[in-house]
């Protein structure tokens, strides 16, 4: 059973940098086909995508954290990264990272994915 692990999360001002990790168990980014990324809920809004990354190399990123934000992963490591710099205090939410086996599509809806992690909190104060 595929396991993810998020950590990196905290507490940091506007304008401050953050990196999360998801580590991913019984899951090899080398092979296969797949769409893996992060996604967050804020208290009280709806879970939205933050940027996402396909097997095939393609990102996409929310309107919201372009230019801001960097999806990578390590392959070696099994390891997705998610580089969070300009923090906004509308930045804060609880991240998860999913993945979504056997699709290529890459989207930024939610519904897509069905395979999550347990969250990282972050936290930005102005």
């Known amino acids: 059973q595929v396991q993810l692990v998020e950590s990196g999360g905290g507490s940091v001002q506007a304008g401050g940098s953050l990196r999360l990790s998801c580590a991913a168990s019984?899951?090899?980014?080398?092979?296969?086909?797949?769409?893996m990324g992060w996604f967050r809920r804020a208290l009280g809004k709806e879970r939205e995508g933050v940027a996402v990354?396909?097997?095939?190399?393609?990102?996409t990123y929310a309107d919201s954290v372009k230019g801001r934000f960097t999806i990578s992963r390590d392959n070696a490591k099994n390891v997705l990264y998610l580089q969070m710099n300009g923090l906004k205090p509308e930045d804060t939410a609880m991240y998860y990272c999913a993945i979504n086996p056997g699709s290529r599509l890459g989207t930024l809806w939610s519904g897509d994915y069905n395979i999550w992690g347990q969250g990282t909190q972050v936290t930005v104060s102005s």
């Open positions: 990354t396909a097997s095939d190399g393609r990102t």
């Open positions: 019984r899951f090899r980014f080398s092979y296969g086909i797949y769409s």
